[in-house]
């Protein structure tokens, strides 16, 4: 599985990048305007860092201004991927958009045949958001369960990227089913790193050797 993160902060990513561990990262309007800087001039600094896919999100509702704006993103970098909201419109600007070799992840999904227009209409990524799911009591884990057996029962092209991700139980469970990508904040990506056994194991090598240093 694929691993994204969640952010627009270039520190964050920068140090997930450093691990090794980094194949892409999603942003979205809320997350571009907490770091308070010029969109294009982040995406462009986020594509320096990260050689993978890099969403940016169109913010017009309307077919004419999503493909004005979703052009431009396009033009900054090859890895660009323009996010598109799950609505009549951002179908038609998918579908637009496939056809001119734009890649597209179609965010804000939360049903199954929300996801299979999204596949239907061309997108290269879908994304269902788990997260806000569960927040009102409905499983976002097995709408990822629906989507991927939809999408492998017609041998849809477009990936699952699995995301409003809050936990380490999500990441293992989107794994486990074969999600595509999965994209998660930094904190969560820390998250996977730990066990409380390798921190107590790793005390004690180093109090053995110390020991043996007198
Ligand atoms: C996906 O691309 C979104 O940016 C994101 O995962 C939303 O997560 P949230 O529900 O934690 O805001």
């Known amino acids: 599985m694929k691993i994204f993160i969640d952010t627009a902060n270039i520190n964050e990513i920068r140090e997930a990048a450093s691990m ?4 892409g990262v999603t ?3 809320s997350l571009v305007a907490k770091e308070g800087k010029e969109f294009k001039a982040l995406l462009k600094e986020i594509c320096a860092v990260v050689n993978g896919d890099i969403s940016a999100e169109v913010v017009s509702t309307e077919l004419d201004g999503m493909l004005r704006e979703g052009r431009e ?3 900054i970098h090859d890895n660009i991927v323009v996010k598109v909201p799950l609505i009549k419109e951002g179908l038609k600007a998918v579908k ?3 056809a001119e070799g734009i890649k597209t992840n179609v965010t ?3 049903s199954p045949n929300q996801a299979l227009l999204a596949a239907k209409a061309g997108a290269y990524i879908i994304s269902p958001f788990v997260g806000r799911l569960d927040d ?3 499983s976002g884990m097995q709408l990822i369960e629906q989507i991927l057996t939809i999408y ?3 041998e849809f092209d477009t990936q699952v990227l699995v995301a409003s991700i809050r936990h380490p139980l999500h990441v293992v469970e989107s794994a486990m089913m074969g999600a595509h990508i999965g994209t998660m904040p930094f904190s969560v990506i820390t998250q996977l790193i730990k ?3 390798t921190d107590i194991g790793l005390d004690r090598f180093l109090a053995d050797w110390k020991k043996t240093q007198k």
Not at 20 to 23: A, F, I, P, R, S
């Open 20 to 23: 090794g561990v980094l194949d």
């Open 27 to 29: 942003t979205n309007p």
């Open 73 to 75: 993103l396009a033009k």
């Open 96 to 98: 637009c958009f496939k």
């Open 108 to 110: 804000l999904c939360f």
């Open 136 to 138: 009102i009591s409905t």
């Open 152 to 154: 492998r029962n017609y």
């Open 195 to 197: 066990h409380p056994l």
